[in-house]
């Protein structure tokens, strides 16, 4: 059974750091995209970020670019999303999903089969 498990969300006040992490068990091989999205109650969920299986391709949201850096450590089944200089607006439960096989093209657009439950990320102004 495949299971995500995000950590590290918190409250942080405006331009402070958070990292982010999932934790993937469940997988029989590294061949799994991992993605980053944030919602907001009320609003519809935001792509932030995504890594493919092997962490060379990856994608940034507008929002997301220049200020967040996500990065995996395949013999740890784990994904992390680096935010810094946090905004206000960067507040959201973040969710980690994971879309599995080798596939082409970018991962903004494939579909994620498995979710984690959600960690809050709470930015102060």
């Known amino acids: 059974e495949v299971q995500l498990v995000e950590s590290g969300g918190g409250l942080v006040q405006a331009g402070g750091s958070l990292r982010l992490s999932c934790a993937a068990s469940g997988f029989t091989t590294d061949d799994y995209t991992i993605g980053w999205f944030r919602q907001v109650p009320g609003k519809e969920r935001e792509g932030v970020s995504c890594i493919k299986s092997s962490g060379g391709s990856t994608y940034y949201s507008d929002s997301a670019k220049g200020r967040f850096t996500i990065s995996r450590d395949n013999a740890k089944n784990t994904v992390y999303l680096q935010m810094n200089s946090l905004k206000p607006e960067d507040t959201a439960v973040y969710y980690c999903?994971?879309?599995?096989?080798?596939?082409?093209?970018?991962?903004?657009?494939?579909?994620?089969?498995?979710w984690g439950q959600g960690t809050q990320v709470t930015v102060s102004s």
């Open positions: 999903a994971a879309s599995e096989g080798i596939q082409l093209g970018n991962c903004r657009f494939f579909k994620y089969d498995y």
